[in-house]
């Protein structure tokens, strides 16, 4: 599965954990895709008006990578390492992978900045 891949690649060198581009002190807000889709279905289509025109936070906690690291580990039963990128490694993703540019800060990159770096990519695709 190429979204798999593409947010747990895969190191020869290291055992598989978390691989991050994050600096160490950097808060992520964690929450369930359950989560988000239970209050877009009361949003969008219940008949509970609670939450119209309201604009609702939807975070179940907020950890840093280590602290994420360290639940995985304790759910798991085995350590789940944290693999801090290289400055060089940050630079060579830094403009073809969207999750790189979320985590470094630098925005989402946008569709169309994302496809003309992948033009390549996109072109074989779409001979398939």
């Known amino acids: 599965m190429a979204g798999k891949e593409y947010c747990w690649r895969v190191m020869e060198d290291r055992e598989r954990g978390i691989q991050s581009a994050f600096a160490r002190e950097t808060m992520l807000d964690l929450t369930c895709a359950e989560d988000i889709g239970r209050f877009a279905v009361k949003a969008f289509v219940g008949e509970d008006t609670e939450l119209v025109g309201r604009i609702v936070r939807v975070a179940s906690e907020e950890l840093m990578v280590g ?11 085995r350590e789940v390492k944290v693999y801090w990128w290289s400055e060089v490694e940050i630079e060579e993703a830094r403009h073809t992978s969207p999750m790189i540019a979320m985590q470094l800060g630098s925005g989402v990159v946008g569709v169309r900045e994302y496809l003309e770096s992948n033009k390549e990519t996109l072109n074989v695709a779409l001979r398939a």
Do not use: F, N
């Open 67 to 77: 602290g994420m690291a360290r639940v995985m580990t304790e759910v798991a039963g």
